[in-house]
């Protein structure tokens, strides 16, 4: 495959490239439209060039690492992040109680319970109980994780990145309309709220998947610092300024930015409790508004990749070829990838019957990119102990004291225990260890928070017996309960602590694992990384789906307890099985630095660029270089 030079970092290449004739892209997989180029980290033959400032190996050994300077542009694409984020999470949380809950008695017709004390009434709307409301919740955000393989094609394939965000917001706009329309008190009194409401529900969540894949490496594509370069600084000091600690500057921002708009859900969730539904509703249509304004000034002033082709439909036929030919049994063992190798398909005499679009390297890539992204196969229990299976956690805070706090703000706690743990881990923790000379490698650090998120299960596991031991209606008393108070004598802020827990979990879980598998994935499966990454999260979702009927009274208890118990012994089985990876990181050290030091959010050398484990000889279309660096399910 003929690939263009590529473009140089200077002002006048910072435009957008024209789109290019792109009719066979997938029968390809992949090529470098005319007028697009890769950046250079990602091309041998500038890496392995000498340019003016190029540090020499020992220099790369030695130097401190710094960020290069981050365009405007970038950080306005991650406000353009914490508006859809913000009004995606100002809805989110609120799903639970609209469906779960009736109308409260005395209420002011909008949902909002009485505003007197010692009511221990949520909002509510529809009635629908329990098992409808965790079928709504986990259909909603399977839907937001599972449809982005498919709009991530599209982007890459058809559409282009821009062009699918675009039409995302533009979806996005028309569920929040329908869903302020849900809290009208003239539909929530009659009952016909249901099908606006659920309609605007299932569009939010098409939209949030036409968003989710695409504004990541949108962002990253802005990121123009694309060579390690000797600068000295003011005080002297010389330092490589290095495209990889760039790219970690900006993800930082973005993932704050995540985090930040998620506590809009505060807002939403007080607005529920005290006005009604309506304003609940009308906030995160406000801040989406500025979406389409931002994204019309961002558009001149972009570089955006045109389509460039996908190699996702040939992974599908790959994998058709070696079930078809090994069978489900042969999954996993030796020889199985072989199958689909074309020089293995010519000498069994079925090209006739195989047609084949790649080469026999592509094949190790696929094969490669499944071996890196093994460690995905845990993460869907971390996520249901993170924050309990399908919507139990927040069935428990309707059963416990809330003394005029909304229930479902308790949630906040996940986002907030992120932001205050993050610069602890990353500027305390991992650099005092490593000053200690204590390797402390990814997948130590991932068993860690996969014990984290077993021990929150368990807390919620602990504090649901209770409520059930205390509730006035006892094993019922998530179903709607009128005897009493309707709740137990516990107050709901005990939910703080595992809440807190399976917040931090994520951040010895989600960075590590992305680093891992971005650092030894082939460069050009980074958009396969990203889709499994995502179906591992919906898989979390459809085992809540699926659990619907028993999540609801009297089963809450061990619906929490169960995932907890599994988590534990599956923790062992994952650092059993992935051990190796530590010490092959520790054999790796270069310089006194362990290789793994930088995919702890403090850097990400050999992450992003191509280093001795993701090389390859087949080449992405550059609109797929950015296909990375998903830090969290929240993004």
């Known amino acids: 495959m003929d690939e263009k030079p590529p473009v140089e970092d200077t002002p006048d290449t910072h435009k957008i490239h024209t789109n290019a004739s792109g009719s066979d892209v997938e029968k390809t997989g992949g090529h470098t439209p005319p007028g697009d180029s890769h950046p250079a980290y990602l091309n041998p033959a500038v890496m392995d060039d000498w340019y003016e400032g190029k540090p020499t190996e020992e220099e790369m050994a030695t130097l401190r690492r710094v960020p290069g300077n981050v365009p405007i542009i970038a950080y306005l694409i991650c406000i353009v992040e914490f508006c859809e984020r913000a009004s995606y999470y100002g809805?989110?949380?609120?799903?639970?109680?609209?469906?779960?809950?009736?109308?409260?008695?005395?209420?002011?017709?909008?949902?909002?319970?009485?505003?007197?004390?010692?009511?221990?009434?949520?909002?509510?709307?529809?009635?629908?109980?329990?098992?409808?409301?965790?079928?709504?919740?986990?259909?909603?955000?399977?839907?937001?994780?599972?449809?982005?393989?498919?709009?991530?094609?599209?982007?890459?394939?058809?559409?282009?990145?821009?062009?699918?965000?675009?039409?995302?917001?533009?979806?996005?706009?028309?569920?929040?309309?329908?869903?302020?329309?849900?809290?009208?008190?003239?539909?929530?009194?009659?009952?016909?709220?249901?099908?606006?409401?659920?309609?605007?529900?299932?569009?939010?969540?098409?939209?949030?998947?036409?968003?989710?894949?695409?504004?990541?490496?949108?962002?990253?594509?802005?990121?123009?610092?694309?060579?390690?370069?000797?600068?000295?600084?003011?005080?002297?000091?010389?330092?490589?300024?290095?495209?990889?600690?760039?790219?970690?500057?900006?993800?930082?921002?973005?993932?704050?930015?995540?985090?930040?708009?998620?506590?809009?859900?505060?807002?939403?969730?007080?607005?529920?409790?005290?006005?009604?539904?309506?304003?609940?509703?009308?906030?995160?249509?406000?801040?989406?508004?500025?979406?389409?304004?931002?994204?019309?000034?961002?558009?001149?002033?972009?570089?955006?990749?045109?389509?460039?082709?996908?190699?996702?439909?040939?992974?599908?036929?790959?994998?058709?070829?070696?079930?078809?030919r090994g069978g489900l049994k042969k999954f996993g063992r030796h020889g199985f990838w072989e199958a689909a190798k074309p020089s293995n398909i010519k000498a069994a005499g079925l090209e006739g019957v195989y047609k084949t679009r790649w080469n026999d390297e592509f094949v190790d890539d696929v094969r490669r990119t499944f071996q890196a992204t093994g460690i995905f196969c845990f993460f869907p229990i971390q996520y249901l102990n993170d924050n309990g299976i399908g919507a139990s956690a927040s069935f428990l805070s309707t059963m416990l004291e809330s003394n005029g706090v909304p229930n479902d703000v308790i949630s906040n706690i996940n986002p907030l225990s992120i932001i205050v743990a993050a610069p602890i881990l990353n500027y305390g923790l991992y650099p005092a260890l490593r000053k200690a000379g204590i390797h402390y490698g990814p997948i130590a650090r991932i068993t860690t928070g996969l014990i984290?998120?077993?021990?929150?299960?368990?807390?919620?596991?602990?504090?649901?017996?209770?409520?059930?031991?205390?509730?006035?209606?006892?094993?019922?008393?998530?179903?709607?309960?009128?005897?009493?108070?309707?709740?137990?004598?516990?107050?709901?802020?005990?939910?703080?602590?595992?809440?807190?827990?399976?917040?931090?979990?994520?951040?010895?879980?989600?960075?590590?694992?992305?680093?891992?598998?971005?650092?030894?994935?082939?460069?050009?499966?980074?958009?396969?990384?990203?889709?499994?990454?995502?179906?591992?999260?919906?898989?979390?979702?459809?085992?809540?789906?699926?659990?619907?009927?028993?999540?609801?009274?009297?089963?809450?208890?061990?619906?929490?307890?169960?995932?907890?118990i599994a988590g534990g012994i599956l923790s062992i089985v994952f650092y059993l099985t992935f051990r190796h990876i530590d010490k092959e990181e520790y054999v790796l050290q270069t310089g006194g630095q362990s290789t793994d030091a930088k995919v702890d959010m403090t850097g990400t050398r050999n992450v992003v660029g191509e280093n001795e484990t993701n090389k390859t000889t087949n080449r992405a279309a550059p609109i797929r270089d950015n296909e990375e660096m998903m830090i969290s399910p929240k993004q």
């Open 452 to 564: 984290m998120s077993s021990c929150a299960g368990m807390g919620y596991a602990i504090l649901n017996h209770y409520a059930y031991q205390q509730s006035p209606c006892g094993e019922y008393g998530s179903s709607d309960c009128k005897v009493g108070s309707g709740v137990a004598p516990i107050t709901i802020w005990y939910m703080v602590l595992p809440y807190a827990v399976g917040g931090i979990s994520e951040l010895f879980v989600n960075v590590p694992a992305y680093g891992i598998a971005y650092s030894r994935a082939p460069v050009n499966m980074r958009g396969l990384v990203s889709a499994l990454n995502l179906f591992n999260t919906a898989i979390a979702y459809i085992i809540g789906l699926a659990c619907s009927s028993v999540i609801t009274d009297p089963y809450l208890t061990w619906d929490f307890g169960g995932p907890a």
């Open 91 to 324: 809805v989110q949380p609120l799903i639970s109680n609209y469906v779960n809950r009736p109308m409260p008695e005395r209420g002011n017709g909008y949902g909002a319970p009485p505003n007197t004390p010692g009511d221990q009434q949520t909002g509510g709307a529809l009635g629908l109980g329990t098992v409808v409301a965790n079928a709504v919740t986990q259909s909603f955000s399977m839907l937001a994780y599972a449809l982005p393989l498919f709009f991530g094609w599209l982007a890459d394939a058809k559409w282009g990145r821009f062009k699918v965000i675009c039409w995302g917001v533009g979806v996005f706009g028309v569920a929040h309309v329908l869903m302020v329309a849900a809290g009208s008190k003239d539909l929530l009194a009659n009952g016909t709220a249901k099908a606006p409401y659920f309609i605007s529900v299932y569009i939010l969540s098409v939209g949030a998947a036409m968003f989710k894949p695409n504004i990541s490496p949108l962002l990253l594509d802005q990121v123009t610092n694309t060579v390690p370069m000797v600068m000295t600084l003011s005080d002297g000091e010389r330092v490589i300024q290095d495209p990889e600690s760039t790219t970690e500057r900006v993800m930082l921002w973005f993932y704050l930015l995540i985090n930040i708009g998620g506590f809009m859900g505060v807002a939403t969730a007080y607005s529920e409790k005290y006005v009604g539904w309506w304003l609940a509703f009308l906030i995160p249509l406000v801040l989406y508004l500025p979406l389409p304004i931002l994204l019309w000034f961002l558009y001149k002033r972009l570089i955006l990749h045109p389509p460039g082709g996908s190699d996702l439909p040939n992974v599908f036929r790959i994998l058709g070829i070696c079930f078809r």
